[in-house]
Structure formats: C-alpha cells, structure tokens
C-alpha cells in the first residue's frame, strides 16, 4: 500500500494549493484526480480575479502559492476593477488564455517536489485507529495518508443544468463523483446543494463587435505575483454589450484573442 503525508482530492484551484503548500513544507504529498489532463481547468470562466477575489490571489502569492504565478503567465489582458472609488475598493482582473493555463499549472505541477500526480477516483475512506486514513481508489488500489484534503468542486454528487436537461457529471465530458458523495455522507459529513452558472460561448463570427464597446486592458498591467519579472501579455480586446437605455443593463465581455500554447 502507497502511503502519503497528505492527500488532496481534486485538481482545480484549492487543490493545486493544498498540494503545493504540504509539499513546499517537506510533506510527501500527493495530488488525486479523476482525469490529469484536467488540472487547472478553467471551465466556468475562464478569468482570475476581481472585487475581492483579486485580493485573495494576492494573498495567495504571498503565502507562496501558484495562482498568481499561473496567471501572470496565462493571462491575456489585465485591469484594476473599481479605480474610480478608494484603493482599498480596487480589485485586479486578468482574463486567461484557459488552455494555456491548465497546461501551466499540469507542468508545474509535474516539477514540483514531493508531489505525486495520482489519476483516479476516489472511492471511499475509512479512519484508522491512530488518525491516519485507508483509500480506496477505483482499480483496486488502496493508499494510506496521514491527512485528507477534498477538494472536489462542482463533482460531488453533481448535476449539469441545459435548459431543462439535466444531465449527470462534473463537467462537459467529466463524470460527477458520485462514490465519494456517499462516502462522505456515510461518515456523517452533511451535503448541501450549490449552484454556479457558465457563461454561454457565442462564435465570435456570429457577432457586430462594431455596435461593441471596445475595452482594452491597462496602459499600466498590475502583475498578480510579486516574483513576476517579465513583462505581461495584455493585448485581448475586450467588449461590452448594453441593452437599449431605459431597460435592465447586461454586460458581456467576449475576448477575440487567440488561444496560444505552452512554449
């Protein structure tokens, strides 16, 4: 049986953190998730940031975390939010390039030092009698860890909503965890039901951005890592659609910059 100081389940933002942070601490740590290809994804929205979110990714960075690191590296147009009102308002945004930023955050990831990437699902748990824990992992395999860190997201017992289909899973394409839902609710760990919405993707083809608004990012990029040194990408023209004046104003930013690759 593999034996880890710490496990964390779930591959997506707090994931990459929890598994960073035991490693950057001597632990041996491991990263489990249900597909490797999907670390980092940004499938809901695909930007860092804002209103006190960016602070958050600030605070992260000094901590010693990845997000701002990724980011700045990902990123393709950068703005301060809220610079008409006071500093302590202002929240930095970056819209990413959400390949490029899953790729990143796979690589580094895979350079990490003790950490191990670990593909599959998690089945089921048990607590042993001197705290540490017994996993069961689909494939009959089984690890023991000192400490368990789950970080599932939107997979736990997850339904997708279109329209009035309802579909089960995680993601587009992704399966929902269902085994380790019951597995949680079996130890006495209540579930609560969260909904989060995606925006819709709308072919650039199909749209006048010349009854647009254009916006572009700052003349002045604001990096989200203090150990950037390099100079950001922020060319992604942005544009905001308003409905007629007198009725309910609607924003939506669609970026027109192309995905790029990893070097």
């Known amino acids: 049986m593999t034996s880890y100081d710490v496990v964390t389940v779930g591959a997506g933002h707090a994931g990459i953190e929890s598994s960073f942070a035991a490693a950057r601490l001597g632990l041996d740590s491991a990263l489990l998730t249900l597909d490797l290809r999907a670390i980092g994804r940004m499938s809901c929205n695909p930007a860092v940031g804002g209103v006190a979110k960016g602070q958050l990714v600030r605070e992260i960075d000094a901590l010693g975390g990845a ?7 990902a990123g393709i147009q950068f703005r301060m939010l809220n610079t008409s009102k006071g500093p ?4 930095p945004r970056a819209q990413a390039d959400m390949d490029l930023y899953s790729a990143l955050a796979a690589d580094m990831a895979a350079k990490q ?24 992992l689909s494939e009959n ?8 860190v789950v970080t599932t997201g939107t ?24 085994s380790l839902s019951k597995a949680l609710a079996r130890h006495g760990i209540a579930l609560r039901r969260l909904k989060t919405g995606t925006p819709m993707r ?7 951005f010349d009854a647009m608004e254009p916006q572009s990012g700052d003349a002045v990029p604001f990096p989200f890592s ?16 308003r409905r007629a004046r007198g009725r309910t104003r609607s924003c939506a930013r ?8 990893p070097a």
């Open 155 to 178: 997979f736990l017992a997850a339904l997708m909503h279109t329209g009035l289909k309802r579909t089960p899973g995680g993601r587009i394409g992704e399966r929902a965890a269902d």
């Open 254 to 261: 669609a970026s027109t910059a192309p995905l790029s690759s």
């Open 88 to 91: 302590a308002v202002w929240g």
């Open 141 to 148: 395999r089984e690890i023991r860890c000192r400490a368990l």
């Open 202 to 208: 709308i072919r650039t083809s199909s749209l006048d």
């Open 113 to 136: 030092p003790n950490l191990t990437l670990v593909e599959g699902e998690l089945l089921d748990f048990e607590r042993n009698e001197d705290g540490s824990f017994a996993l069961s």
């Open 67 to 73: 997000m701002g690191r990724l980011i700045d590296r």
């Open 226 to 241: 203090t150990s950037t040194d390099f100079e950001l990408r922020n060319d992604a023209l942005c544009h905001i659609v």
